[in-house]
């Protein structure tokens, strides 16, 4: 709850690039799994994978603000990221939009 009130204090018109990292919480995506089972269930059967995602967002605080509201992701904990000089080539290689990065 508490990181939700932060994103929502975010002021809209804050144009500062900044670094965070985002803890996202686990989600289920659907995957398939081979089973050798010759009967019934032979081939591919539909099974779930638990991922965690781990992100580092560069952007001004307004473009994450509606990168989080757009993509509706579930937020488990957020912490400020020193911003590079290599975070800021990339947002500029990418148009000035919010770069995304998965970290592992």
């Not at 996202?24 to 995957?31: E, H, I, N, Y």
Request: proline residues 2%; positive net charge; charged residues 35%.
């Amino acid at each position: 709850m508490e990181n939700y009130q932060k994103l929502k204090k975010m002021k809209n018109n804050d144009d500062k690039l900044i670094a965070e990292d985002w803890w996202l919480k686990p989600s289920l995506l659907p995957t398939n799994v081979w089973s050798y089972d010759k009967g019934k269930n032979g081939g591919y059967v539909a099974d779930f994978a638990s991922v965690g995602r781990d992100l580092r967002l560069i952007g001004t605080k307004k473009q994450i603000t509606e990168w989080w509201r757009k993509t509706g992701v579930e937020v488990k904990d957020i912490w400020d990221a020193e911003l590079t000089e290599q975070h800021r080539e990339l947002y500029e290689r990418n148009c000035k939009q919010v770069v995304v990065i998965r970290l592992i």
